[in-house]
């Protein structure tokens, strides 16, 4: 459906800022969320990185959805939203000892160890506290994604993850710690994926390695989290406004061999809040130049990074004007020449204070804003509130 926007109500906001519409945001948790819960023992735990907006985490609390952090902060986020411990998940690298031990006091469900010194340093901070922390190892699959190079995590030589070498060594280290329970396998490929082949490749690397702990170690875990990385259409907000949650849900029961009991988690960021958000920001001059036309816009690669940093294309749609169209490189103010949201957009003629949204924006947008340029951060606003 052709999205709807308020523009009256942008004229009093200042420009840039993240617009996001309630409806399609409570709509997408809702459909994600009965489309998991048609499977047994399926568990979502919304990314927390894809966008921290206290408001969308308010959101994603009252929907019912657990938290998969990446940092103490994002655990205190999660949290500070009234998301209950017992479904947050903490995931990354380089955790400190004052995350780890944030996490222990706070009682997360799970930590996602990635590598022998972190499980020692759970088995340490935990042995002095006296507790006992359920940890999964991340596995790197070995599957690669089809998607940028940038945000695939899953091949081999990775800085995410434990490998299959290394395996054995992380078991036994793991047997030798008094403090940290293993519960269970964590993977993640990647992220924005749309091939469901990559999943499906997934499934059978979880498959096999799940039949080789049980008949080799005689291990066989109570949860797989399988992460996230289902994509959204940059290129068709509207026609594909909630990403096929079914379709998605459903080749994981197909292809995902589950042992009796067994509880199978995802961690979904950009498919669950992407297409609610837009960024508006409002035309400041229209340069000509000698074979182009420049829209330049407030917003700045610091508002939105993903089209300077990995080349992403998002939607830009002039609010203001219906005129017939023209062709723009749409620029930011921001001094590198990488401050381009999108070049030769065909746009209804644009004039300095038209406003335009650029659309999917809603995922690793906010989130991903920095002060560059002593720019100030944009600001968030729910439809609902507006
Ligand atoms: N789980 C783990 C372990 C992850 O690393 C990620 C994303 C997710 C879950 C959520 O993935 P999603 O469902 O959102 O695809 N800034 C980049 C994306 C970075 C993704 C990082 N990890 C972008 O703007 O495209």
């Known amino acids: 459906m052709r999205a709807n926007f308020p523009v009256k109500a942008?004229?009093?906001?200042?420009?840039?800022?993240?617009?996001?519409?309630?409806d399609l945001l409570r709509e997408t948790l809702a459909t994600a969320l009965r489309e998991a819960s048609k499977h047994k023992g399926y568990h979502v735990h919304y990314a927390v990185k894809a966008n921290f907006n206290p408001q969308i985490l308010s959101m994603v609390c009252k929907q019912g959805l657990g938290a998969d952090c990446v940092s103490g902060g994002e655990v205190q986020a999660a949290l500070a939203a009234g998301i209950s411990p017992d479904k947050i998940v903490f995931a990354g690298v380089g955790k400190t000892d004052k995350e780890i031990s944030l996490a222990i006091d706070a009682g997360i469900f799970c930590l996602n160890a990635e590598s022998i010194p972190e499980i020692q340093a759970i088995e340490r901070l935990s042995a002095a506290k006296s507790a006992v922390t359920q940890i999964a190892i991340r596995i790197n699959p070995n599957v690669g994604a089809h998607t940028?190079?940038?945000?695939?995590?899953?091949?081999?030589?990775?800085?995410?993850?434990?490998?299959?070498?290394?395996?054995?060594?992380?078991?036994?280290?793991?047997?030798?710690?008094?403090?940290?329970?293993?519960?269970?396998?964590?993977?993640?490929?990647?992220?924005q994926i749309l091939v469901m082949d990559d999943f499906i490749a997934l499934c059978n690397r979880v498959n096999e390695l799940q039949i080789h702990l049980r008949d080799n170690k005689g291990i066989?875990?109570?949860?797989?989290?399988?992460?996230?990385?289902?994509?959204?259409?940059?290129?068709?907000?509207?026609?594909?406004?909630?990403?096929?949650?079914?379709?998605?849900?459903?080749?994981?029961?197909?292809?995902?061999?589950?042992?009796?009991?067994?509880?199978?988690?995802?961690?979904?960021?950009?498919?669950?809040?992407?297409?609610?958000?837009?960024?508006?920001?409002?035309?400041?001059?229209?340069k000509e130049g000698t074979c182009k036309k420049f829209a330049i816009v407030d917003a700045g690669m610091n508002d939105l990074v993903r089209p300077a940093m990995y080349g992403a294309y998002h939607k830009i749609e002039n609010l203001t004007s219906s005129a017939p169209c023209d062709s723009y490189d749409v620029?930011?103010?921001?001094?590198?020449?990488?401050?381009?949201?999108?070049?030769?957009?065909?746009?209804?003629?644009?004039s300095r204070g038209d406003i335009l949204a650029i659309r999917s924006a809603g995922a690793y947008g906010e989130a991903m804003a920095f002060g560059y340029n002593c720019r100030t951060l944009p600001k968030g606003y729910m439809s609902d509130t507006i």
């Open 148 to 191: 940028h190079a940038n945000i695939t995590t899953g091949l081999a030589e990775n800085k995410f993850g434990i490998n299959y070498e290394q395996l054995d060594d992380v078991l036994s280290v793991i047997d030798s710690c008094k403090h940290v329970k293993l519960i269970g396998l964590h993977f993640h490929i990647g992220s």
């Open 331 to 350: 620029v930011g103010p921001v001094c590198e020449s990488s401050d381009v949201f999108c070049k030769d957009v065909e746009l209804p003629q644009v």
């Open 10 to 22: 942008f004229e009093g906001i200042d420009t840039p800022f993240y617009y996001y519409d309630a």
């Open 220 to 286: 066989i875990l109570p949860h797989v989290n399988v992460g996230g990385g289902l994509g959204i259409r940059y290129d068709a907000p509207d026609e594909y406004d909630v990403p096929d949650f079914r379709l998605y849900f459903d080749t994981y029961a197909k292809h995902l061999h589950l042992f009796e009991g067994q509880q199978l988690h995802f961690e979904l960021g950009r498919s669950l809040v992407g297409q609610c958000g837009s960024l508006i920001t409002r035309v400041t001059y229209v």
